[in-house]
């Protein structure tokens, strides 16, 4: 798998070597959910006849089990890398055959959602998508942090009622991750729902002395819990106050961490027996996932910098109201980086999710964060994001491609494939399935499809490849198994066709261009070419080409596709 990893890394540049508000049209997320059949995954193209997929299954059927295609006799293992352990380890369900339990700490709604948010949310979703694919029935939570410090002063920076702000940026946050492919969790819950359920962990904590009350704020006492620290492998006495927490001299130790907040004049609150206040940061998790997933479940997920405090804290309270509390992974995501520095407002480079699809395609962006392992730093740049782009419109269109000649020629059924075809096939079957089962390499997912996708384009357009006994069998074939990939990793279009077009409004923004004025552009370079005025003809090519338009010359004349920018593709090739 290290090799893989390796050979998936110098083919990522390849492998991924392009369309203001103004949302791409995309099926509602709650659509998507049937994509994740493993066995047929239609979303598109019911025209589209099963038949070369039965011929597959025919010739193969010695060697593969009723599921999904896998080998019989072969355990499709995950191994996931834990936090806690720190070492990569065999998943196996708390309740064997019995539902998976995914809790993952959603987002404080007080601003647009960044490519941060977009970096986890993907990747947990790959997660959610890949357990379902194994077949383990998943029971995935994602909250909403919806009363907040940072959401009350955002409120009254802008006159705005605190609940009104929150509900507002997480209507766009839903509409970001549909827009992302991300599928929508089983159940959303919002703080301000679940105060009773906050209230009363509090009080069991402060039953079992691992808190103290302070006027009308309640602290948890890191002292009286001698395992804090087990998740971050930090040493109580390295340990700071925590993010959101202002310093308190009231509190025994400043490591303390609040549970229960008083209120102040003008902000929100609740009753509760220790006064009016609202909910600490920390305690929302543990009560919620508590309320949907029992206090013990799988799966705790959530960015690498919730480590610590937000996860240890976690840990410590839902222990302290439960001692039978115990969570089997914790599974973290890796920072993201913008042209190789840090990204925060200080430093004027913070990318919302929003600015970066008024110019790109959402899949191209879901693209380049597949690109690189989950758990490593990612560093985004436009030049990889211009990668990303020109390989998503590369796949669509072959798959575009293979869907309409499927569909003008009949394909004769019955008959087994021809071995290539069925070896390409088994393949990229193992090959995903292996990536995946090893902590979700989905940067060597990909680079799998990139040898069927070129088989294929050898069988719709090189001479010999037209010529290929079983042809249109042997694309349909393919074209249905990387349909089956690109579900797993949420890149399947509802249509490939639509994608396609999104993909080139989207070059043509970024080259603040219109078609109409490429087509201009194609016509004076036919004319130019017709007077062997051939500098002026590579002059227009040459200047469509430096704003990301290429232009391919066919029999039927010339057309445009969107490109990776000349001055770019250097810098492409050489990382």
Known sequence: MAAAARRAASLLPLLLSSPSRARI???????????????????????????????????????????????????RELHLYNT????????????????????????????????????????????????????????????????????????????????????????????DMADLHCLPPSVEPRVSDHIDQIINMIKQILDNDCAYVVGGDV?????????????????????????????????????????????????????????????????????????????????????????????????????????DSSI??????????????????????????????????????????????????????????????????????????????????????GDPLPVNTTNCIQKLHDEFEASMSDDLHTSVALAAISDPLKVMNDLLHTRKGKKQDKRLESLSAMEEKIRTVLSVLGLLPSSYYDALQQLREKALRRASMTEEKVLQKIEERTSARKAKLYEKSDEIRKELAAVGIALMDGPDGTTWRPSVPLSEQGVVAST
């Open 25 to 75: 049209p995309h099926r509602a997320a709650r659509t998507l959910a049937p994509l994740l059949r493993p066995h047929r995954l239609y979303s598109h193209s019911h025209s589209h006849k099963p038949s070369s997929s039965a011929a597959f299954s025919a010739s193969a059927s010695a060697s593969a089990s009723a599921s999904n295609g896998a080998p019989a006799g072969r355990t």
């Open 84 to 175: 806690k352990s720190r070492r990569k380890e065999l998943f196996q369900p708390r309740v064997p055959g019995g539902e998976v339990g995914m809790y993952v700490c959603g987002v404080t709604p007080y601003d647009d959602s960044h490519i941060g948010h977009a970096r986890a949310y993907v990747a947990f979703d790959v997660l959610y998508r890949y357990l379902r694919y194994l077949d383990h029935k998943v029971r995935y939570v994602r909250n909403f942090t919806d009363i907040d410090d940072k959401i009350i002063a955002r409120a009254n920076q802008l006159g705005e009622d605190p609940f009104s702000l929150s509900k507002r940026y997480s209507d766009d946050f839903l509409s």
């Open 219 to 323: 602290y948890f006492s890191v002292e009286n819990f001698p395992e804090y620290g087990e998740l971050s492998g930090r040493k109580l006495d390295d340990n700071r106050a925590g993010e959101r927490v202002a310093v308190d001299e009231r509190k025994k130790n400043p490591a303390d961490f609040a549970l229960w907040k008083a209120a102040k004049d003008g902000e929100p609150c609740w009753d509760s027996p220790w006064g009016p206040g609202r909910p600490g940061w920390h305690i929302e998790c543990s009560a919620m996932s508590a309320h949907y997933l029992g206090h013990s479940f799988d799966i705790h997920g959530g960015g690498e910098d919730l480590i610590f405090p937000h996860h240890e804290n976690e840990i410590a309270q839902s222990r302290a109201a439960c001692c």
């Open 328 to 413: 089997n992974y914790w599974i973290h995501n890796g920072f993201v980086n913008v042209n190789s520095q840090k990204m925060s407002k200080s430093l004027g480079n913070f990318v919302t999710i929003r600015k970066v699809t008024e110019l790109y395609h959402p899949l191209a962006l879901r693209m380049f964060l597949l690109g690189t392992h989950y758990r490593s730093p990612i560093n985004y740049t436009i030049e990889q994001l211009n990668v990303a782009s020109d390989r998503l419109y590369y796949t669509y269109q072959t798959l575009r491609d293979c869907e309409e000649s499927c569909q003008l020629h009949q394909s004769n059924a």
